[in-house]
């Protein structure tokens, strides 16, 4: 999702133990990981959430998402109903 990039480019800075450089757009990350980089043998966490964890996560940010545009669209009528009172 736009905005989330840099929130990954940390996370791949700390497995892969590289440096992020530049990030590019929405989904370009350029890493310097050094003249005598070697790859670690497991990329991943060890505590990756399963299939099914990973998608109850993803809807719960996609709903906290959501509340979150109605809250901004409801203080903006509140403060539109505000003025109309005063």
């Known amino acids: ?9 940390e996370d791949l800075a700390k497995l892969s133990g590289g440096v992020p450089v530049n990030i590019i757009g929405d989904d370009t990350i350029i890493f310097y990981r050094g003249k005598g ?3 670690p043998q497991v990329m991943s966490p060890i505590d990756t959430l399963s299939k099914k964890r990973a998608y109850e996560k993803s809807k719960y ?7 979150r545009h109605f809250i901004a ?5 509140l403060e539109l109903y505000y003025r109309h009172v005063a």
């Open 73 to 77: 669209i409801a203080e903006k009528e």
């Open 37 to 39: 980089y070697v790859q």
């Open 61 to 67: 940010e996609q709903s906290l998402e959501s509340v």
């Open 1 to 9: 999702k736009p905005g989330q990039v840099q929130q990954y480019a």
